[in-house]
């Protein structure tokens, strides 16, 4: 499956942003979806994640009650609404497809990679 990450750029402290994942090819429905971010000079760290039918969601201790994750199968896409931006939220966020239920908050158990998006929140 190829994933294509849109909808970053630059918002103030407190605004929002919505990004989009489409992805194309095998069936998107049959992945769990997850987003991650990677800010300068950091590890990339895991922000959200949603099990294929959608009925289950995950979230990062730093993101949970501000952003939200959601899929749109028959579209092929995959959402997070990020709401109270905040400096600290500034990274290159990534979305990804393939983990398992148990480990969709570890990076490297996911098989597929969109490029990223960049996100600025300024102060």
Do not use: H
């Amino acid at each position: 499956v190829q994933l294509q990450a849109s909808g970053g750029g630059l918002v103030q402290a407190g605004g929002s942003l919505r990004l989009s994942c489409a992805a194309s090819g095998r069936t998107f429905s049959s992945y769990i979806m997850g987003w991650f971010r990677q800010a300068p000079g950091k590890e990339r760290e895991f922000v959200a994640a949603i099990s294929r039918g959608g009925a289950r969601t995950y979230y990062a201790d730093s993101v949970k009650g501000r952003f939200t994750i959601s899929r749109d199968n028959a579209k092929q896409t995959e959402y997070l609404q990020m709401n109270s931006l905040n400096p600290g939220d500034t990274a290159v966020y990534y979305c990804a497809a393939g983990a398992q239920e148990g480990t969709v908050t570890v990076a490297t158990r996911y098989d597929y990679w969109g490029q990223g998006t960049l996100v600025t929140v300024s102060s």
